[in-house]
Structures are given as structure tokens and as C-alpha cells.
């Protein structure tokens, strides 16, 4: 017999296991679904496993350092993979075992564990289990895109999700992809003490950024002996014996990386091809992520899509956001949109890159006149105090409406100190609001009203 709930989730992502707790705080009966691990992308092989690996990574860079701050270290520096990777499960286990025990203790919400497909536009089945519903709401994620690039089927390759399990210190990683996600593994294990190099398509790594961040970044990785190779348009893999290459140029014979390893980092796929959408009718794009509206909503009444899998945005905080949004607006008729979400994300390399609203160029491209303040972190106190002097701040703002339109901070506290911007573009204050702040000394974000004084029109 089919089970009927007042809602479905199907996914223990980042929006999934709020919304199931808010609706059964709500007197709803929830049924949510899971098919691997509890948490999702984030807890288990994205932001949390990472960030405790770039934190392992950080002390090895420090102690490496460690002269420069006056402190004598005998011996060499030994990173231990194996100790390394069990304190990153260690953190990953744990958010993954609270996020399972929140699910099972909280009243009305049934968990289950499976895989669900959709039977039609109200029922999902798992298993032998037929679940029924008006409500469903879809938090399935995505997973690393594997490309279809020559040789690909014949190598041994790692992901974001199969290098989790690395207990081992790899000879000279291939990281294939310099975005965000290549470029954190990159410099991670660089610190860890295996040779690196970065392998981008594009003239550029993190082709998205205006070009002095992207030159900043890419400066800061070589300086640690990261070997960047970009305009990589036609990548090929080959073993041979125990190496990997990876030919960059569309003519054979030409620029050619060998390695031992290799990290495919070039984007991501949704969790969409077997979760049965065409049984409910639910529409997806051409890349496979389920078109919403605003209020992600799908094309189907009662269907929602929340997360990373309705491509309107690619993180743990967007995704939560998403919940806030559907929960808000069903159960408060909060006529909230994804629309008044602003654009903010870091890339925890360190130093680390805080970004918030346009870059340069999206403020180009939009005709609007615009002021900029820019300076070096090398003239930043807080940072010459730390010895972490690279990268920079800058901000840009309407020359003629005064609103912030975007701001970057790479440097050292830059994920924690674009805040500031990002909090006043939230309240929609004028800049000059921030001239007149007050900010702690000595800390990074203090220098941001200072920046605010130094503007000059954007080129
Ligand atoms: C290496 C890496 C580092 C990252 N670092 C950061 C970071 O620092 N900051 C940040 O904001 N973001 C980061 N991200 C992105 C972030 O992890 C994702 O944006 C976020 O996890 C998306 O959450 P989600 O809720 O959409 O889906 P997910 O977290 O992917 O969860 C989806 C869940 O659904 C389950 N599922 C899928 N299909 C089914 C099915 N048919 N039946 C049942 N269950 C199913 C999956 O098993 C999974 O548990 C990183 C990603 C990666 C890969």
C-alpha cells in the first residue's frame, strides 16, 4: 500500500533536512530520502572535507614559514597523509552523523534511505516503498562532470568525491580545471608536498573574475611552485606504466604534462538522469538542472526544487537560502524570491578570495558610471603583522546613486571581512554609510572605509 505524507524531500543536502524539521515543526508528516550520505556534497566530499584539508595544509605552510616569524623548528616538515585524512573524516563523520540523528529525532519526519524516482507528479518510489504526495520537494545535488575528453575511459582519474579517500601524498598531481574547486585541491596538496600542476582550458584560471584577481590568484599558487598551464583547448589523456599524461594542444607532440595522478575539477553535473522527472513532468534545461522560477517552483504544481540541481546558484549558502525562501513562502506566505539573493561566495585558497555583487566587468558591460578604491594588502597593518601581505582589496560603487555594486578582498581574512560590504548591500545603505563606521583596528575590514576615500572613476 502506498504511504501518503504531507510533504517529500528527496536529498539530505543543504536545503533538504531544514526544510523537512521546519515543515514537521509545522504539523506537516515528512518523508525525506536519502541514497548515500547524510549532508550531502557539502558535509562529505565538498566544502567541509576540504576546508579541514586546506586547514592541514595552512599549518604545513605555516611551519614551513615558521622562520620568518622568528621560530626555530629542528628538523624538516612532514606532512602524514594518513593523520591528515582522518581528521578530515573525522569532521565530515561527525556533521554527517548529527545531520542523520537530527532527521531521526525529530517528530513527524520519517527518514528514509534509498534511492528515489519519481512514479508520477505526486508519488516517488524507493525500493519496494511507494511514497505519496502534493508536496515534493527536490534537493538531489550534483556530482563532478566527467567530459567526454580523448582517453578519459582509459586512465585512472580522481573527482572531487573518490579524492577523499587519498591517505597517501601523490607523486605530481595533474589538476585538471582552474576553477574554484581544482584550485583549493591544487594548493592543497602542493602544501602537503606533492608536485602540482593546473591544467585550464582558458587564457586565464577562474576565467570569471576580472583579470587582476584571476593574475593575483594564479601569482600567489606559483610563488608556492604550482605549475599553471592554460589555453589547454585540446586536452587528451594517456597512461603509461604507473604515469599519466595529459596533452594540451589540439597537434600532437606539443605541450605535454606527465604526472602521477590526476584530479578531474571542470565542473559539475545535477543528479537529475535517474530520478524519473519525465514520469512527473517536471522540466529540466539542456544541461539536465530543473528549471524553477523566482519562488523555485517547477513547471509542476507542488513540486519544488531547492539547491544546487535548479542552477540558480552553486553553493551551501545558496542552497540553504533556497529553503529559507520555500519554507518562508509556503508557510508564511512571505512572497520571498531568489531574486533578492545577493551574489557573494569565497575560494578558500589562501589567502583566501572574498567576493561579493559585480566584478569590474559586469559593471562595464552594464553602462553603469562607477568608482573603484583598490589597495595592496602589503598596505593593510593587519596583514603585515600576520607576514600575509599578497593579494589586495577592492570596491566598486555608483558614481551617481552611491549604492556598493561589488567588492573583492583577496588577502588574508578577505572570506570573513567581505562581510561588511555584503551586510551593507543587504540593507542597501549607501556607501558613504560606511565612511562614517567606526571599524576595529587593527583588522582588515577596517581599512574598507578607507578604500571608500580613495575612489576613482572605473576605466
Ligand atoms: C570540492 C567542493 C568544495 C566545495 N566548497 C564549497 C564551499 O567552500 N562553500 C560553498 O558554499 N560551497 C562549496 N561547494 C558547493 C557545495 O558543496 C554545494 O553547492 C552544496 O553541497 C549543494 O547542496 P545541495 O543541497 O544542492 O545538494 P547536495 O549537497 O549535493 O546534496 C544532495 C543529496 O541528495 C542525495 N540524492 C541525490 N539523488 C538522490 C535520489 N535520487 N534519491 C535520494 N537521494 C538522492 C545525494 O546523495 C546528496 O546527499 C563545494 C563543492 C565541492 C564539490
Not at 174 to 183: H, R
Not at 323 to 344: F, Q
Not at 414 to 437: F, N, S, W
Amino acid at each position: 500500500m502506498n504511504e501518503r505524507f504531507d510533504a517529500i524531500v528527496i536529498g539530505t543536502g543543504q536545503a533538504g533536512p531544514a526544510l523537512a524539521v521546519r515543515l514537521a515543526g509545522a504539523g506537516q508528516s515528512v518523508a525525506i530520502v536519502e541514497r548515500k550520505r547524510f549532508g550531502g556534497t557539502c558535509v562529505n566530499t565538498g566544502c567541509m572535507p576540504t576546508k579541514t584539508m586546506v586547514a592541514s595544509a595552512y599549518a604545513a605552510q605555516l611551519a614551513r614559514r615558521a622562520a620568518d616569524y622568528g621560530v626555530t623548528i629542528e628538523g624538516s616538515i612532514a606532512v602524514d597523509m594518513k593523520r591528515v585524512k582522518a581528521r578530515k573524516d573525522s569532521v565530515a563523520d561527525t556533521a554527517s552523523g548529527n545531520i542523520a540523528a537530527w532527521l531521526r529525532g525529530t517528530k513527524g519526519v520519517t527518514v528514509i534511505e534509498g534511492h528515489a524516482r519519481f512514479e508520477s507528479a505526486s508519488a516517488v518510489r524507493v525500493g519496494e516503498r511507494t511514497l505519496e504526495s502534493q508536496q515534493i520537494f527536490i534537493n538531489v545535488g550534483g556530482r563532478a562532470l566527467v567530459p567526454p575528453m580523448p582517453g578519459v575511459a582509459e586512465v585512472p582519474y580522481f573527482t572531487n568525491s573518490s579524492i577523499m579517500d587519498v591517505d597517501f601524498l601523490p607523486e605530481h598531481l595533474i589538476v585538471i580545471g582552474g576553477s574554484y574547486i581544482g584550485l583549493e585541491f591544487g594548493q592543497m596538496y602542493r602544501r602537503f608536498g606533492s608536485r602540482v600542476t593546473v591544467v585550464e582550458k582558458l587564457p586565464r584560471i577562474i576565467v570569471r573574475e576580472d583579470q587582476d584577481v584571476s593574475e593575483g590568484v594564479a601569482g600567489i599558487l606559483a610563488a608556492e611552485g604550482i605549475a599553471i598551464e592554460t589555453h589547454a583547448e585540446c586536452m587528451a589523456l594517456s597512461k603509461s606504466g604507473s604515469e599519466i599524461s595529459v596533452s594540451l594542444d589540439c597537434e600532437d607532440g606539443k605541450r605535454v604534462v606527465t604526472g602521477s595522478h590526476v584530479l578531474l575539477a571542470v565542473g559539475r553535473r545535477p543528479n537529475t538522469d535517474d530520478l524519473g522527472l519525465d514520469r512527473a513532468g517536471v522540466a529540466t534545461d539542456a544541461r539536465g538542472f530543473i528549471v524553477v522560477d523566482d519562488m523555485l517552483r517547477t513547471n509542476v504544481s507542488g513540486i519544488h526544487a531547492l539547491g544546487e540541481v535548479n542552477a540558480r546558484g552553486a553553493f551551501t549558502h545558496t542552497a540553504y537560502n533556497d529553503y529559507e525562501i520555500v519554507a518562508d513562502n509556503l508557510l508564511s506566505n512571505a512572497g520571498r524570491s531568489v531574486r533578492d539573493r545577493i551574489n557573494a561566495y569565497a575560494l578558500f585558497v589562501d589567502p583566501p578570495l572574498g567576493r561579493v555583487g559585480m566584478s569590474d566587468g559586469e559593471i562595464r558591460q552594464s553602462g553603469r558610471r562607477a568608482l573603484v578604491g583598490k589597495r595592496p594588502m602589503t598596505r593593510v597593518g593587519r596583514a603585515v603583522e600576520k607576514g600575509e601581505t599578497q593579494g589586495f582589496m577592492k570596491i566598486a560603487v555608483d558614481a551617481d546613486t552611491q549604492e556598493i555594486l561589488g567588492a573583492t578582498i583577496l588577502g588574508v581574512g578577505g572570506d570573513e571581512a567581505i562581510h561588511c560590504v555584503l551586510d551593507l548591500m543587504y540593507a542597501k545603505a549607501p556607501y558613504t554609510a560606511m565612511q562614517r563606521m567606526v571599524h576595529i583596528h587593527p583588522t582588515v575590514a577596517e581599512l574598507l572605509p578607507t578604500l571608500l576615500g580613495e575612489l576613482v572613476p572605473l576605466q
